[in-house]
């Protein structure tokens, strides 16, 4: 099994797709490389393009809020996103783009081993929970796949367009964070 840093290695200079050419910074991941949570949104956006770190804009410091009010630190937590680099203009992944990208996520599951993987939104949770999620019905439930409890709250972007949406989303922070207190699997 690869380790983080070799994971991110043989990503460093991907080029598996034609978003290798227009990227500024590759954006890995960051945080905890022993998280028992992680976060997996769908793509960087401009501010991760140019800083190489996942949710560092709006929607980002959105989450950050999120984390803050259920008392989870964002420093014990990964956060990875389903594409490592930015679609131009922030469009959808193309289907081709997830495919090439998502063996890198894959290995980086792996190697830190969550206990909870919480997907950021409905294109995540459309490739790591089941293609038809349905992000306003289902978001707040629990899934048991591959060895993980999944879950998907709404992406923060989206909370930033629909502010009504806020509520679901803290109701479904609390009860990630409950989850972590029950201590849902030994690492
Ligand atoms: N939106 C995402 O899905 N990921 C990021 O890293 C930033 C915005």
Not at 60 to 74: E, H, N, T
Request: glycine residues 8%.
């Amino acid at each position: 099994m690869a380790t983080l840093k070799e994971v991110y290695t043989s990503c460093e200079n991907c080029q598996k797709c034609a978003l290798g050419a227009t990227r500024t910074n590759l954006v890995f991941g960051v945080g905890n490389e022993n998280a028992r949570l992680m976060f997996v949104g769908e793509a960087p956006g401009e501010q991760e393009d140019l800083t190489g770190t996942p949710f560092v804009g709006k929607a980002g410091q959105l989450l950050d809020k999120f984390l803050f009010a259920v008392d989870i630190p964002r420093e014990d937590v990964y956060i990875a996103n389903i594409l490592k680099c930015r679609p131009p203009k922030n469009r959808d992944p193309l289907p081709e783009e997830e495919d090439a990208c998502i063996g890198y996520l894959r290995e980086q599951v792996k190697a830190i081993r969550p206990e909870i993987i919480v997907c950021l939104g409905r294109i995540s949770a459309m490739r790591l929970i089941k293609p038809d999620f349905k992000i306003t019905a289902e978001h707040g439930k629990w899934f048991q796949k591959g060895g993980f409890w999944m879950t998907a709250v709404y992406h923060p972007a989206a909370l930033l367009r629909d502010p009504r949406k806020k509520e679901d989303m803290l109701e479904d922070m609390k009860a990630i964070r409950q989850k972590l207190e029950e201590g849902s699997a030994e690492k």
